[in-house]
């Protein structure tokens, strides 16, 4: 499966962006998508997952309420609506298929190139 991201950008904080994941090359809607987060300097990081069939979903606390995961596997894309951003949402994000549901980056099988998300004060 390869995926690739889109959909970053620079925005004020409180703004909003929507990032995409197209997959090809597999059946995608078998496989759990997920995205996480690369901060300067800091470790990769769990930020949503979304299960195979869409109905279950999980976060990270620190965007539980502000981001919404969800896919269309009619399209082979998972999205990424982010909402109420924060300088603290800047990182580059990547999104991951996998085929359990997880929150570790090293149990993801598949990355895509990350997209650059940029939140100014």
């Known amino acids: 499966v390869q995926l690739q991201a889109s959909g970053g950008g620079l925005v004020q904080a409180g703004g909003s962006l929507r990032l995409s994941c197209a997959a090809s090359?597999?059946?995608?809607?078998?496989?759990?998508g997920g995205w996480f987060r690369q901060a300067p300097g800091k470790e990769r990081e769990f930020v949503a997952v979304?299960?195979?069939?869409?109905?279950?979903?999980w976060y990270a606390d620190s965007v539980k309420g502000r981001f919404a995961i969800s896919r269309d596997n009619a399209e082979n894309t998972i999205y990424l609506q982010m909402n109420s951003l924060k300088p603290d949402d800047t990182a580059v994000y990547y999104c991951?298929?996998?085929?359990?549901?997880?929150?570790?980056?090293?149990?993801?099988?598949?990355w895509g190139e990350g997209t650059q998300v940029t939140v100014s004060s």
């Open positions: 991951a298929a996998s085929d359990i549901m997880a929150v570790v980056a090293s149990e993801m099988d598949y």
């Open positions: 090359g597999g059946t995608f809607s078998s496989f759990v």
């Open positions: 979304i299960s195979w069939s869409g109905d279950i979903t």
